[in-house]
């Protein structure tokens, strides 16, 4: 088996700073894609950040300037660090990762609230 455990999330205030990571473990042969999703009340999942195995990144319009992916391979780990932080980024944040024999494997979601 194989499973994804994200942590980090919680409340700030708005213009503040929060770091996510998300450790893959279990059997892993080799990891592709990981990216971060989220999805907020009434609201559809959407893409927020992704990076290849080999570091090519992509971002939703609305977080690019504030908010950077990264990932440590030797760890099977993803990070969002997420700066300038908006109302409108609350959300519950999900990671995502395309593994090897797995296909693609959720995380169990972390709360991100924005409120003064």
């Known amino acids: 088996q194989v499973q994804l455990v994200e942590s980090g999330g919680g409340l700030v205030q708005p213009g503040g700073s929060l770091r996510l990571s998300c450790a893959a473990s279990g059997s892993i042969f080799s990891i592709n894609v990981m990216g971060w999703y989220r999805q907020a009340p009434g609201k559809l999942r959407e893409l927020v950040a992704a990076i290849s195995s080999g570091g090519s990144t992509n971002y939703a319009d609305s977080v690019k300037g504030r908010f950077t992916i990264s990932r440590d391979n030797a760890k099977n780990t993803v990070y969002l660090q997420m700066n300038s932080l908006k109302p409108e980024d609350t959300a519950v944040y999900y990671c995502?990762?395309?593994?090897?024999?797995?296909?693609?494997?959720w995380g169990q979601g972390t709360q991100v609230t924005v409120s003064s």
């Open positions: 995502n990762a395309q593994i090897s024999q797995w296909g693609t494997v």
